[in-house]
């Protein structure tokens, strides 16, 4: 005959039972994965460098700074130059200081300092292209730390600390050659011919200013107030070649 409604509720509770008896099961198995896929960008943003680098680009040309930063400083240097080797951690103070700018690097190789600066060039460029934004800057302190400089290198024997195999490859190739060679011209086709010099951008207007020489903070403070309240025309260059090089001491301000 036909089925009670006692029998046909009993049989549903059952099925309800069994399902739930299911997913009980199951669950174990697939909370792991839900927590480890929820956990993985917090690691991964604990691996990242502590400066306020961008991780979201990858170079080159390197940045330094907050990617969202209004002003870029791209800074030309060479890296048997004394003038940019003292320069180097006074203009990373004043970066550090000063958020609204970031600070883009860009070589050259000064001819009488061949074959030494492309060389450090090489290597800090492998190294960055093998472990990313943190260990390109890390090279560069690295070098101007233990060369000699004026074209004098490294001392012999001594060799990068804890390189990778990629980075070892990369020096192997010529890949980092045609990116030196390219940001050599570009400065060439800005007019600039020394180093260290700085070309100040607003990111906002498109302008720029050429500043030759380790400029001062203060000068760096005048510079972007020239360029926010007018400066040359957007989408222009212009030198401004009355900004005062810096004694290379404490620059910070």
Request: aromatic share 6%.
């Amino acid at each position: 005959g036909q089925p009670s409604a006692r029998t046909v509720s009993l049989g549903l509770v059952a099925m309800v039972v069994t399902a739930m008896t299911i997913w009980l099961l199951l669950r174990p198995a697939t909370t792991p994965i839900d927590e480890q896929a929820s956990t993985e960008p917090a690691q991964q943003h604990e691996t990242e460098p502590t400066a306020a680098t961008s991780s979201t680009e990858v170079g080159p040309p390197w940045r330094y700074g907050r990617p969202d930063a209004r002003y870029t400083i791209i800074e030309y240097a060479d890296l048997e130059c004394p003038f940019c080797r003292s320069y180097f951690p006074i203009l990373k103070r004043w970066i550090d200081a000063h958020p609204e700018v970031n600070w883009q690097w860009h070589h050259l190789p000064l001819a009488i300092h061949e074959p030494e600066a492309t060389a450090g060039a090489r290597l800090v460029e492998c190294v960055g292209a093998a472990g990313g934004q943190a260990a390109f800057w890390q090279a560069l302190k690295w070098v101007y730390a233990n060369t000699r400089g004026n074209g004098q290198g490294l001392p012999e024997g001594l060799t990068y600390p804890d390189i990778t195999p990629a980075a070892k490859q990369c020096l192997a190739s010529d890949r980092p050659d045609a990116l030196i060679h390219a940001q050599a011209e570009e400065a060439a086709q800005n007019g600039v011919s020394v180093t260290p010099a700085l070309r100040l951008r607003d990111r906002e207007t498109g302008k720029s200013l050429l500043l030759n020489g380790p400029v001062e903070g203060d000068a760096l403070l005048s510079a972007i107030d020239l360029l926010s309240a007018g400066g040359p025309q957007a989408g222009e260059s212009s030198s401004s070649p009355d900004m005062p090089a810096a004694p290379v001491g404490d620059m910070p301000r």
